[in-house]
């Protein structure tokens, strides 16, 4: 190992001690140090040769044709949407519960975001929810797999496909999640998947959209390089003198091989991670089921969830407040976080109309996100355990 790989590993395994149970940490080690190092001393460490690697892999792992690096998950979905030619006057049904990029993005090619609620048992659009709003102006669905449990993508696309709208899924959080019996990136043409270090493997910053179909593939490659004809691995392994062209107006949202080879190294662990965070959540589910006012996250009858992250919605039952069960378990030494945002609540969108979002509005207020990462240890999380408990017998 060189002298490179040596300072990263020890980086890696020498991290600051950190008095909390973190809510979140990804699984980095000497492997990651190691790949890196090689990268570096390759000269190659922008896009090249690892990106295409990791994309195989990726597109391999869920079963899709094409993978697409791009330098984050919101990049992906930008191109999903530019690569349906999605723009203004178009309108973009979108969950309110989501992290805010869902949303944006749709702003980003001039399209509106109309918010639809979602079903309180696995917190995802429905076609129920998704029907209630659409339009004739409704061009497209961006359907989040919220936390890592799927949305019920089969009566979601039996709603849209004869309406000719377009499903986007969301998949930020659910690579290595099933849907029936299927990996999570095999079920729709344009699906996006992060990796940021929040989510079940990282790159550090980064994101991929997976699809089968060839022409989308084909124009993505193009956009997420500035509309450029040739990539430069390409240019550079051609004996003749290459002159690029841009035939349309891209983006910068390339990947980098230093973040592609994490990637690679990340994604021979993705069966044990999946495995390891869905027995965590079976601990988690079994110690809270005889607990009046607390709902847990669980998988629904139609797929398996990767539980990238595990939430608690805390109702009337519970002697405490969402907002002082945060302050408790912080005060006992346990990070946890207020469950997922609600945007139209945000600054960015409060003067955007909406239809009744009464169901996100409690699920935002209500919930709250527990440790669980692959590290996270069985004493660990008995102490988030009992502080729960504890605080559902006070009064």
Known sequence: MNRVAVSCEAAVNNRVSDPMIPVMRPWLGAEEAAAVAEVLASGWVAQGP??????????????AGYGVATSSCTGALHL??????????????????????????????????????????????????IEAVLTPRTKAVIVVHQGGTPADLDTIRELCDPRGI?????AACALGATYKGKPIGSHSALVAF??????????????????????????IYRLRD???????????????????QFPETGFNYRMSDIQAVIGLVQLRRLARIVANRRELARRYQSAFADIPGVRTATDPHYALSNYQS?????????????????????????????????????????DQAH??????????????????YHELTEADQDKVIELVRESARSS
């Open 50 to 63: 690892k990106v295409a690697a990791f994309e195989r892999a990726i597109a391999d792992t869920v079963g």
């Open 80 to 129: 999903a949407l530019v690569a349906l030619d999605i723009s203004h006057g178009d309108e973009v049904v979108v969950p309110s519960l989501s992290f805010i990029a869902t949303a944006n993005v749709v702003r980003y090619v001039g399209a509106s975001p109309v918010f639809a609620d979602v079903d309180e048992q696995n917190q995802n659009l429905c076609a129920r929810t």
């Open 166 to 170: 377009a499903v986007i899924e969301d």
């Open 194 to 219: 992060s990796f940021h270090p929040r989510k079940v493997i990282t790159t550090g910053e980064g994101g991929m959209l997976v699809t089968s179909t060839e022409s989308y593939a084909r124009r």
């Open 226 to 244: 500035h509309g450029v004809n040739i990539n430069a691995a390409e240019r550079h392994a051609n004996p003749e003198p290459v002159l690029e």
């Open 310 to 350: 595990f939430w608690i919605v805390l109702d009337n039952a519970f002697p405490l407040s969402r907002n002082d069960m945060l302050r408790k378990l912080m005060q006992g030494g346990i990070s946890a976080r207020r469950g997922f945002m609600a945007a139209h609540l945000e600054p960015a969108y409060r």
């Open 355 to 372: 239809d009744d979002l009464s169901v996100t509005e409690h699920l935002t207020r209500q919930s709250i996100i527990l440790p669980l």
